[in-house]
């Protein structure tokens, strides 16, 4: 891996590279091995809206697709072939990165259908179906921290799959995603799982919520509102770190860790800049911290490569002006409970919309194969 970079600074510093994309071509074409040689990547993350753009593109997907029309497949096993069997591959290209960080990396993540964020039943059912399917340590499962998500997040870590909590914009459901993680491993260690073999981040989406909070400082328009904007989502994210260390040191987490369990590291999501007067690589450097995960599309991995400012960690000592800002934020008039509840709604609405979109691609490429 590269050494001298920005990206092995950000490594070293504590940060995980994932990359925030996958297809079929990125594997074949060796683009996904380039990353992991010459950009420090340790993992890979997928969701609706990637595998709908993959699929779209149709570039090495031809021929299972020809194959399992022939074999009379409807499109939701069409689409779990190929979505899986990317995921699987992928799993097998970061294997060594696995095997040498002993589990701490080389991940790949694939999400259970959207269809499902507020079923908790089915949730279950589709995580274990996926996790028996891509049959890889190194896979994780996506599961929607949804009020009907956090049990089956529990049910899922106490059954021994490993999962990436999505979809995470408010620190009380954060909250709340740390006890259902924490109340599965207790039900593995129950069960007599070996806790070390389980592990889980928890996504924190970032500049979603700029995007929303700044639309809303735009329409209040005071001098106070304007000076706040592209601050609501580090804010936030840092804040979220501050509950995960604290959380991590109490006695009932000490407890599983001292059995072979692993914190569930905070995974920083959406962290490609919506903003173009904010610096393109704001959510990475901003956001390093021991024992975190930073999840970026391809533009922001090559402009953190390019010019990214890397000066070790820039939230813990930080929280004082977070939590600051997020207190002004309330003083201008922008409701923190009302922002996360519009961005979690919208956020499941999305990948459901990308899951059809994927679905009418697969459809279509199934007919035209028949």
Do not use: C
């Not at 993680?181 to 260690?189: D, M, S």
């Not at 010019?307 to 922008?334: C, F, M, Q, S």
Request: hydrophobic content about 40%; cysteine-free; charged content about 25%.
């Amino acid at each position: 891996m590269t050494t001298t970079s920005p990206t092995a600074a950000l490594s070293s510093a504590g940060v995980s590279i994932w990359l925030d994309d996958l297809s079929r071509e990125r594997i074949t074409s060796g683009g996904l091995e380039r990353l992991i040689a010459e950009r420090n990547v340790v993992g890979v993350t997928t969701n609706p809206t990637i595998f709908a753009g993959a699929l779209a593109k149709g570039e090495g997907y031809t021929e299972q697709l020809h194959e399992l029309a022939g074999q009379g497949a409807d499109v939701e096993a069409a689409v779990f072939e190929t979505t899986t069997a990317d995921v699987r591959d992928a799993a097998d290209l970061f294997r060594p990165v696995y095997d040498t960080t002993d589990g701490y990396d080389g991940r790949v993540s694939i999400e259970v259908s959207p269809d499902l964020a507020n079923d908790t039943d089915a949730t279950i059912a589709e995580a274990h179906r996926l996790w028996d399917k891509v049959d890889r340590p190194n896979v994780m499962i996506k599961i929607p921290a949804t009020l009907e998500g956090l049990p089956a997040i529990t049910a899922a870590i106490g059954a021994g799959i490993s999962v990436n909590v999505t979809l995470i914009f408010s620190l009380d459901r954060y909250r709340q995603v740390i006890d259902a993680y924490l109340t599965g491993l207790e039900q593995a260690k129950a069960a007599g799982l070996d806790l070390s073999s389980i592990h889980s981040v928890a996504s924190f989406f970032v500049s979603r919520v700029d995007t929303e909070v700044d639309r809303r400082l735009s329409e209040i328009g005071t001098d106070e509102a304007l000076a706040l904007k592209g601050k609501a989502g580090v804010a936030n994210a840092r804040l979220a770190y501050e509950l995960y260390v604290a959380h991590f040191a109490s006695e009932r987490a000490t407890a599983l860790l001292d059995d072979g369990g692993h914190r569930q590291r905070p995974l920083w999501a959406s962290t490609g800049v919506k903003d173009p007067s904010l610096p393109d690589t704001l959510y990475v450097t901003e956001l390093v911290a021991p024992g975190v995960v930073n999840t970026m599309p391809e533009k922001t991995l090559e402009a953190t490569f390019d010019h990214g400012v890397i000066e070790g960690d820039t939230v813990t000592g930080a929280y004082a002006d977070a939590g600051a800002v997020l207190d002004a934020l309330a003083r201008a008039g922008v409701d923190y409970d009302d922002v996360t509840g519009v961005l979690e709604r919208e956020g499941v609405e999305k990948f459901i919309v990308s899951w059809h979109e994927l679905l009418d691609t697969v459809r279509g490429a199934l007919e035209a194969a028949r």
